[in-house]
């Protein structure tokens, strides 16, 4: 018994029924900004080649490497609780189709990994170090883990 109400559980949760609707569609992309149910994120700034402007202890890419950051901002225009993952919900793409995650150095103040709260807004930047001569011009977005939005770089 106890196998089966699991089991009926889990179908209902990966329905689409659960909060926010997971799974029951794919968002919306229109230029820098992106939609998903309530949960909007909007690309506001783009600098390559970034340089660290810290002159005691500046970070510092690979050789071979640069620091690419975007100003982003995540706001949950729902009733329910949203977890801004960082780590996971973001990665840069380059014009081959490679992917870069974003790394835990760089240009502060750094878009936090959070729970946004019904309302709530965060912005901050992320930093990827990605190859000397790759072109990049999006970035995926993860608003949950079945569903990728390519957003065009401002």
């Known amino acids: 018994m ?12 990966c329905s689409g029924s659960g909060p926010l ?34 002159p005691d202890f500046p970070d ?16 949950n225009g729902s009733d329910e609780a949203y977890i801004n993952a960082v780590g996971i919900d973001f990665d840069l793409k380059t014009s ?6 974003p790394t835990f150095i760089g240009r502060d103040p750094a878009l936090p990994s959070t729970t946004l709260a019904p ?4 912005r901050g930047w992320l930093t990827f170090e990605i190859p000397v001569g790759a072109t990049v011009n999006r970035i995926v977005w993860h608003p949950t883990f079945d569903v990728s939005l390519e957003v065009r770089l401002p």
Do not use: Y
Not at 60 to 75: H, K, N, Q, S, Y
Not at 119 to 122: E, N, T
């Open 119 to 122: 309302g709530q807004a965060v």
């Open 96 to 101: 081959t189709n490679e992917q870069w995650d």
């Open 60 to 75: 510092t890419p690979d050789p071979g490497f640069r620091f690419a950051t975007i100003e982003a901002e995540v706001t």
């Open 21 to 54: 609707g997971i799974g029951d569609d794919d968002g919306e992309v229109n230029g820098n900004r992106a939609s998903w149910h309530d949960i909007r994120l909007a690309l506001l700034t783009f600098q390559d080649n970034w340089t660290d402007p810290d």
């Open 2 to 13: 106890k196998r089966a109400l699991w089991l009926a559980i889990l179908a209902l949760a």
